[in-house]
């Protein structure tokens, strides 16, 4: 049988080719799948973490900013622990980017803060001297998309069969039950916020894109 594929090299490529694609699907394919699985402890986005997330896609800061750590100690050392594919179970659409003018920002939530993202927001330089990330003042004044976010995660449950309303998992429930979950997670965040024009605008039921972008940079761990 060997001595037969040595003096025919077509079938001998061919054989060669079954055993490892044989060998592809037996290893590969279930490993890919288990890794596609979200990890223990992931939640899908809260409603205003996705309002907060379209803000981030609007302003394209994945052109600068990658959410991907690589398993290579300089990036460990620096970001935290390497990126796995069943943390990014419910993005829609990934966000990985693949280039690197700022900093990675995959977890950036674990050790940055609400005060220090508004800062660095309003005036960059302010916080990182010499940063040549521009402004986003815009985003005080501009109201967060409540209303096209949850409707974002209702398309999500019903179409990806999403976890949401799930024991153990981020509650969604009706429009009106949201709303509320909105304004009591983006108390937390504007309580810990200094912007005075924030904090009135919070007063009078409105939500500013930068609540809403810091609720979504703060689930980033």
């Given at each position: 049988?060997?001595?037969?594929?040595?003096?025919?090299?077509?079938?001998?490529?061919?054989?060669?080719?079954?055993?490892?694609?044989?060998?592809?699907?037996?290893?590969?394919?279930?490993?890919?799948?288990?890794?596609?699985?979200?990890?223990?402890?992931?939640?899908?986005?809260?409603?205003?973490?996705?309002?907060?997330?379209?803000?981030?896609?609007?302003?394209?800061?994945?052109?600068?900013?990658?959410?991907?750590?690589?398993?290579?100690?300089?990036?460990?050392?620096?970001?935290?622990?390497?990126?796995?594919?069943?943390?990014?179970?419910?993005d829609r659409p990934f966000l990985w980017g693949s280039k690197r003018t700022g900093?990675?920002?995959?977890?950036?939530?674990?050790?940055?803060?609400?005060?220090?993202?508004?800062?660095?927001?309003?005036?960059?330089?302010?916080?990182?001297?010499?940063?040549?990330?521009?402004?986003?003042?815009?985003?005080?004044?501009?109201?967060?998309?409540?209303?096209?976010?949850?409707?974002?995660?209702?398309?999500?449950?019903?179409?990806?069969?999403?976890?949401?309303?799930?024991?153990?998992?981020?509650?969604?429930?009706?429009?009106?039950?949201?709303?509320?979950?909105?304004?009591?997670?983006?108390?937390?965040?504007?309580?810990?916020?200094?912007?005075?024009?924030?904090?009135?605008?919070?007063?009078?039921?409105?939500?500013?894109?930068?609540?809403?972008?810091?609720?979504?940079?703060?689930?980033?761990?």
């Open positions: 049988m060997f001595s037969w594929l040595e003096k025919n090299p077509f079938f001998f490529a061919v054989a060669v080719f079954i055993v490892i694609a044989y060998a592809g699907v037996v290893e590969v394919l279930p490993s890919f799948a288990d890794n596609a699985r979200p990890i223990e402890g992931k939640k899908p986005y809260s409603v205003l973490q996705l309002a907060g997330r379209q803000v981030y896609i609007n302003e394209s800061c994945n052109a600068c900013h990658s959410q991907l750590i690589r398993p290579f100690k300089s990036e460990t050392d620096r970001y935290g622990e390497y990126s796995k594919s069943g943390e990014f179970a419910y900093p990675d920002l995959a977890r950036v939530g674990n050790y940055r803060t609400a005060d220090w993202h508004e800062n660095h927001m309003f005036d960059p330089t302010s916080v990182v001297p010499g940063s040549i990330m521009p402004a986003y003042k815009h985003m005080f004044n501009k109201n967060a998309d409540i209303e096209t976010a949850y409707a974002e995660a209702v398309t999500v449950k019903k179409v990806f069969n999403v976890p949401y309303d799930v024991e153990g998992q981020t509650k969604l429930g009706t429009w009106q039950e949201a709303s509320e979950e909105v304004q009591a997670e983006a108390k937390i965040i504007v309580d810990q916020m200094k912007n005075q024009e924030i904090k009135d605008a919070f007063a009078r039921g409105e939500i500013r894109e930068i609540v809403a972008l810091i609720a979504y940079l703060n689930s980033l761990k």
